[in-house]
């Protein structure tokens, strides 16, 4: 598998503690984390699997340093790479807006026909996601508030499946 890259924006710390566990969890494999404040093209050209994580932020809205960056994403060319995408949210505060900013950052993606990853919508509560597209998720979801108890089995599923989606 080639070199994994893990691209996230943190506000308070939720996120980069999944991208490291995310990480952990591919054990030998070569794995680096950018923040996306010191992120650019140039950097995500260097991988050709290559992993989104964000945070949902107020009601529904990406985290901040996504809003900044995301409409660098059209300079990637995504057409020999695999995207995996990751997002926190919480179900019981923002059910009806459930990590619509993973959602947002999904919609805003140049390419989608790259994006491997897709977990499913069972076991969650919740009544709307921008997220949730055709009965899935487009990406691994955790909800540190309600059901942290199931993230690390969820990270560990989430990597055994990009294992074989990733080249």
């Known amino acids: ?25 591919f ?12 992120a650019t093209i140039e950097k995500m050209d260097k991988y ?5 994580g964000t945070s949902a932020w107020g009601i ?15 300079s990637l060319d995504f057409s020999e790479r695999k995207l995996a995408l990751f997002g926190l949210g919480d179900q019981k505060e923002y059910p009806e807006s459930f990590v619509d900013g993973l959602g947002t ?29 055709d009965g899935k998720f487009v990406g691994l ?8 108890d199931l993230t690390d089995q969820r990270i560990k599923k989430w990597v055994t499946q990009l294992k074989k989606e990733f080249v």
Not at 27 to 38: A, E, Q
């Open 27 to 38: 054990g030998r494999s070569k794995v680096d984390i950018i923040n996306l404040k010191d």
């Open 1 to 25: 598998m080639e070199p994994v890259g893990i691209f996230y924006g943190s506000t308070y710390g939720m996120t980069a503690k999944a991208a490291e566990k995310i990480k952990k969890a």
């Open 60 to 74: 529904g809205e990406m985290q901040d340093d996504w809003e900044n960056f995301i409409d660098n994403l059209p």
């Open 105 to 133: 950052l999904y919609c805003r993606l140049p390419d989608k026909s790259c994006v491997v990853g897709k977990t499913s919508t069972e076991g969650y509560n919740f009544y709307f996601s921008l997220a949730a597209k």
């Open 141 to 148: 979801i955790l909800d540190e508030h309600s059901q942290k």
């Open 48 to 52: 050709k699997n290559i992993i989104f």
